[in-house]
T-cell receptor, first 113, second 113 residues
């Protein structure tokens, strides 16, 4: 059974600081995704990571994937209030069609002034 | 470009009743996946439909069933509702390619009393 664990589950940050969210998964995977969810809203796709060593950046967020360690990180640089949300990583089992993802329980990020 | 739309947005049902939730996929997307998100948890994969056929199922009992129509819209049916079925039900569509993220609708909030 594929398990996805995120840590921390809750993160309170000061504006301007850097931090990293970790996502570990238990079995070999083809694809790893990061999503953002605002309270009461749906999920928004942030990144799709497909290969070992993949790194993607968008604004203050950077995601990386180490398939050997079965680990992905989401790094936040110089946090701003607008980044407050819950962040999920999701993993597809190897050799399966995309879209049958196993999600972590999410990291709720609060950025304080 | 029209995104993923779900109806209704909220629903209250009584234990033992049946419910049908509807989803219109994003234009051009032939694959629809359904997820259940309990409060404070990550989404859990229910099943996926591709070209009107079920294309994979998560760990949900047979009273969770679905349909996909020729226009790629989809329904999720839940029979014999239980209190634990109370959750946000998310529909997500994709192109079905391995580098395609899921595009989520805003969800249907189901409350079973």
């Amino acid at each position: 059974e594929l398990k996805v664990e995120q840590n921390p589950l809750f993160l309170s940050m000061q504006e301007g600081k850097n931090y990293t969210i970790y996502c570990n998964y238990s079995t070999t995977s083809d694809r790893l995704y990061w999503y953002r969810q605002d309270p009461g809203k749906s999920l928004e796709s942030l990144f799709v990571l497909l290969s070992n060593g993949a790194v993607k950046q968008e604004g203050r967020l950077m995601a990386s994937l180490d398939t050997k360690a079965r680990l992905s990180t989401l790094h936040i640089t110089a946090a701003v209030h607008d980044l407050s949300a819950t962040y999920f990583c999701a993993v597809d089992r190897q050799n399966t069609n995309a879209g049958k993802s196993t999600f972590g329980d999410g990291t709720t990020l609060t950025v304080k002034p | 470009e029209t995104g993923v739309t779900q109806s209704p947005t909220h629903l209250i049902k009584t234990r033992g009743q049946q419910v049908t939730l509807r989803c219109s996929s994003q234009s051009g997307h032939n694959t629809v996946s359904w997820y259940q998100q309990a409060l404070g948890q990550g989404p859990q994969f229910i099943f996926q439909y591709y070209r009107e056929e079920e294309n994979g199922r998560g760990n949900f009992p047979p009273r969770f069933s679905g349909l996909q129509f020729p226009n790629y819209s989809s329904e999720l049916n839940v029979n014999a509702l239980e209190l634990d079925d109370s959750a946000l039900y998310l529909c997500a569509s994709s192109l079905g390619r391995n580098n395609s993220p899921l595009h989520f609708g805003n969800g249907t909030r189901l409350t079973v009393t």
